[in-house]
């Protein structure tokens, strides 16, 4: 006679690995697989025509190391992290108040902020090319008007990357906008009347108020901002392709032209492996963030 | 956009906000910010109306013109990048429905050793995104004979980690009653999904479809990569080639294929606005 608790709990561990199958068999071909077959690529020498591919260990990560190049790339790419994230979560916040406040076609405002994040980057791109075109460019008529010179914004390596993650904030701010907009609509109106009654300027009431309730979602924000930072970069194909002399060049659009421009696939999986590290940091980032939304329920 | 009954409370403060003086600063930057947002789209819309000798010199009397529309669609195959990406999206959405409700469902509700591993081997690809994975990515479909076809395109995408948490979530939410009752009425565990769990999570598959579409209608780096010729190619690709410098096409034309190609999503977000905003609402923060 079989136990029939035991053959209910054998039944369901084999409904629940049925069920899980489909999904595991496509993230092991599409994540885990190729997570290790990136680390494996990356051990080996780029195979030519006359000397085949083999095993070299660690060098692909010495030679980037030593890639003056490559740490323009990062270097390149930290500034635009550091720009673009602060730059969008600090807007998105400003538009928050804004759109939920009192204000003279706020549902014109709200979508004014909102529609960028619709857009493909593509056509972001194309759009921002527009402002950005030396001589009949907007940005250059407008600076035209009081007597500036004109500036190649994108040609030069000055400016190249500012304009880049200019189309990135642009893009961004309006999407994470609509978090913190969600997040003032739950802070309960008595507070405010509270303030008020105390005398609390609106600045105090925000600044002291409002800013530390919405701590989680900016937490929240903060992730998606981070990991933007590495994968937004379709803009760059219109705008840049990286260039001027590699002057807007970032991290992932330096993986696609090694591996398929250049057709460096070792190097480019080396790349890869780093960029995830960071991106596990991130991660660990985020599973400490779950953790204490769980104990604000 | 319509408001919710929070929204209006929290605007009616005893002091509203518009009466001060700063209050009026306050709106008037907000309107300023607004109208900076959209300048790229409405220099779009004007450069795509105008002859481009018009449109840089903003020459106002200029005459409206709808020639640059015709030459950019007379320019690359659109009908067939339309169709791609029409094809890419319901096929990435038909494929992450099934996944992820199965394996939502499994996380959700049936108990079976090894489920806590798992689940965080899932989670794992929120951050290892197949965006940064192209290299070995590609490897994986030159192998299955998926290069330079829809499903190539889409196939990285199905088992969507981040679909399966949202679908994981929304059964948890279900009634355990509703189960119950509907496996005393003699429902298979298949049946009791498709049944009582399905239903009762269509918001968060509304939700889920919204977000999904938008993403893979926009998405351009990986459909480059997977894709060589005009049949399986999807917009944002066809729009790239389009306005590639090479190609020499004044800023008027790409205005015009641009807008183009934003039209659908733009026109789907006027109609949608209130549940775009909380489909993306919903899916980031549960």
């Given amino acids: 006679m079989i136990d029939p608790y035991q053959s209910h709990k054998r039944r369901q561990t084999i409904y629940g690995w049925l069920l899980l199958s489909p999904a595991l068999i496509m993230l092991t071909a599409f994540a885990f697989y190729p997570t290790i077959a990136t680390v494996w690529t990356s051990l080996f020498s780029r195979g030519t025509r006359k000397r085949p591919s083999e095993f070299v260990g660690l060098e692909n990560y010495r030679s980037l190391f030593e890639d003056p190049t490559f740490w323009l790339v990062v270097e390149n790419n930290l500034w635009y ?66 007597g500036l010179p004109s500036v190649n914004w994108l040609g030069q390596p000055d400016t190249a990357l500012w304009a880049v993650c200019a189309v990135t904030v642009w893009k961004e701010a309006g999407f994470f906008m609509i978090f913190y907009l969600a997040a003032l609509q739950t802070i309960p109106p008595d507070l405010k009347e509270a303030a008020d009654i105390e005398g609390a300027s609106r600045w105090t009431y925000t600044w002291r108020v409002v800013l530390p309730l919405l701590m989680p979602t900016t937490l929240f924000v903060l992730v998606n901002a981070m990991i933007n930072s590495v994968k937004l970069i379709d803009h760059l194909f219109i705008l840049t392709k990286g260039g001027p002399s590699d002057a807007s060049m970032l991290l992932l659009y330096y993986i696609w032209e090694n591996a398929f421009a250049f057709f460096d696939a070792p190097i480019a999986a080396a790349t890869t492996i780093l960029v995830l590290i960071v991106l596990s940091l991130v991660a660990a980032v985020q599973f400490r963030f779950i953790d204490r939304r769980t104990h604000y329920r | 956009m319509t408001q919710s009954a929070p929204m209006t409370q929290s605007a009616a403060a005893p002091q509203s906000i518009a009466m001060t003086l700063s209050g009026r600063i306050e709106a008037l930057l907000a309107l300023i910010l607004a109208v900076v947002w959209t300048s790229p789209l409405l220099f779009a819309i004007w450069a795509a109306f105008h002859a481009s000798t018009d449109a840089v010199n903003f020459n106002l009397t200029s005459p409206w013109i709808l020639t640059n529309f015709a030459t950019a669609w007379a320019g690359a195959p659109w009908l067939l990048y339309f169709f791609n990406s029409f094809l890419l999206v319901t096929s990435v959405l038909i494929g992450q429905f099934i996944l992820t409700t199965l394996a939502g469902f499994a996380f959700a509700q049936i108990e079976f050793r090894g489920k806590d591993i798992v689940f965080l081997l899932v989670l794992m690809q929120l951050f290892i995104l197949p965006e940064v994975l192209i290299v070995e990515n590609y490897a994986v479909a030159a192998r299955l004979g998926l290069l330079d076809s829809i499903l190539g395109i889409g196939a990285p995408y199905m088992a969507s980690a981040f679909g399966i948490f949202l679908m994981r979530q929304a059964f948890k939410s279900v009634p355990k009653e ?70 020499g096409v004044d800023i008027s034309i790409i205005s015009a294929a641009t807008l183009m190609v934003i039209a659908p999503l733009l026109i789907m977000f006027v109609l949608f606005q209130r549940q775009f905003v909380q489909a993306f609402l919903r899916a980031g923060i549960k």
């Fill in chain 1, 81 to 146: 992290a550091g720009v673009t994230i602060p730059a969008s979560i600090i807007i998105a916040l400003v538009m928050a108040l804004w759109a939920n406040g009192k204000i003279p076609a706020r549902s014109f405002v709200r979508s004014a902020y909102f529609t960028p994040t619709v857009l493909p980057m593509i056509a972001a791109g194309n759009l921002w090319l527009f402002f950005y075109t030396p001589g009949f460019g907007v940005l250059d008529q407008i600076g035209g008007l009081f």
């Fill in chain 2, 178 to 247: 509703l189960d119950e009752a509907a496996r005393i009425e003699g429902c298979s565990l298949l049946g009791v999904l498709w049944r009582v769990y399905v239903p009762a999570a269509r918001p968060t598959y509304l939700a889920y479809a919204l977000v999904s579409v938008a993403t893979h209608w926009n998405n351009f780096l990986w459909p480059l990569i997977v894709t060589n010729s005009d049949e399986t190619r999807p917009l944002t690709v066809g729009l790239s080639i389009f306005g590639a410098p090479e190609n």
